[in-house]
């Protein structure tokens, strides 16, 4: 059969993208110079502001668009107010066949969000997050304060979700428990998962859910549009999924389409996630305690503190959502793991390993309101 990996079809090398590299070497994009310098600068530690208030918002705001976002929709909008910021979904960026119901942009939401009081503790601001039920957004409150740059603040630039393989070295219990704390919240529970039965329980779960993404035209057709081929191209749009960051050759898009159309299958990708799953350290399941928009949010906030907490670490991460994301499977995945009545949301697995390279954001002045 025929089949696409999801976002993670640019996790896999084959050998025919590797005859395919040939031709990249014409292609647009294939120097990564200009790639990685853009990715650096978006990235950038230190704050280039300029006077007045407007200008501290706009740099709060671009530090929370570092945060993750599924399929790297950056799915937000912010707007500005006087000692406020608002944080808002971006009804152009939702993908309806991974997430019908919106529960991954509100988890990104919730990333950006945890980012944004983060960066406002850093910059001598107290930030009170409230859901807003009518609105369906999040309004951050700000106060003047003393200043605290955390480690969690410290490790912003460098986050990234690492799509590569692991060490497969155990982490330290000291380790694990800072892990677990970061991630877990009044209304979020956070499931580490080390021993390696349970760990293959969960691979199986991954294995079931890929393939039933893989034969679905309209999970295809939409991961292919946020799929960017080369350089070129993720610089131009500066979103999506850009193939390199899971280390694979700059191809140009014509080919790269066509690839992503005729050479990937169902089992090269299973096998990629069997190894990288058990070459992990372990997984991490989050589970609000409701699922509703609100619980959802909250989810990102301790995701993004468990991803910030294990960069500051230098333990890697990334998401294996299948189980969660499969309709069918998600309630059979649940009782497996021992929450029948409840809706798990992420799927983390987490080890050391290299760097892979940067994602890149659009500017500020995009997402603003
Ligand atoms: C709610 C949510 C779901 C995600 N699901 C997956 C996933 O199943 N597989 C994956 O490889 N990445 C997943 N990601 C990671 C995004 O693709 C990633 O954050 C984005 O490409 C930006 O890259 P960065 O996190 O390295 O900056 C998810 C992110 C979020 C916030």
Redesign the pocket.
């Known amino acids: 059969m025929v089949n696409i990996s ?3 079809f640019v ?1 896999t090398a084959p050998t025919v993208i590797a005859g395919a590299s040939l031709l990249s070497a014409c292609a647009p994009g294939n120097d990564p110079t200009d790639y990685s310098s853009l990715a650096a600068e978006i990235r950038r530690d230190g704050p280039q502001l300029g006077p007045g208030e407007i200008a501290l918002l706009q740099e709060l705001v671009r530090i929370a668009t ?1 945060a ?5 929709t950056q799915c937000w909008k912010f707007a500005l107010e006087d000692q406020a910021i608002t944080i808002l979904r971006d009804p152009l960026r939702r993908c309806p066949a991974v997430d019908p119901d919106d529960h ?1 942009v509100f ?2 939401l919730g ?1 950006a969000t945890e980012n944004l009081l983060q960066a406002s503790l850093a910059h001598g601001l107290q930030g009170e997050a409230a859901f807003d039920v009518s609105r369906e957004a999040i309004r951050v409150a700000l106060a003047p304060t003393s200043a605290y740059v955390s480690p969690l603040f410290k490790a912003i630039p460098a ?3 690492t ?1 590569g393989d692991y060490d497969s070295k155990p982490l330290s219990s000291e380790e694990l428990s800072l892990l677990e704390r970061a991630g877990a919240s009044s209304s979020v529970r956070i499931l580490l998962i080390t021993e390696r039965p349970a760990v293959e329980r969960v691979l199986d779960y991954v294995v079931q859910a890929n393939t039933a993404q893989m034969a679905d035209p309209a999970f295809v057709r939409e991961l292919r549009s946020w799929i960017r081929f080369n350089g070129v191209e993720a610089a131009h749009k500066r979103d999506g ?1 850009y193939s390199a ?1 899971t280390g694979n050759p700059n191809i140009p898009t014509w080919l790269g389409e066509l690839a992503f159309g005729l050479l990937f299958r169902t089992k090269g990708e299973n096998d990629k996630y069997a190894r990288q799953i058990r070459n992990s350290a372990g997984i991490a399941i989050f589970v609000g305690q409701s699922a509703d928009k609100a619980h959802w949010v909250e989810v ?1 906030r301790c ?1 993004e503190r468990f991803a910030l907490q294990a960069t500051a670490l230098g333990i890697r991460n ?5 189980p969660v ?1 499969v309709q069918a499977v998600r309630p059979q995945f649940a009782t497996a793991f021992g929450l029948a009545s409840q809706r798990p949301d ?1 799927i983390v697995r987490f080890g050391r390993g290299p760097v892979m390279p ?2 890149l954001r659009r500017p500020v002045q995009a997402v603003l309101v």
């Open positions: 999801r976002r993670r996790s570092l993750p976002s599924s399929h790297n991954h988890i990104s990333c986050r990234q979700c799509r999924l960051t990102g995701y990334a998401l294996v959502n299948q994301e992420l940067y994602s």
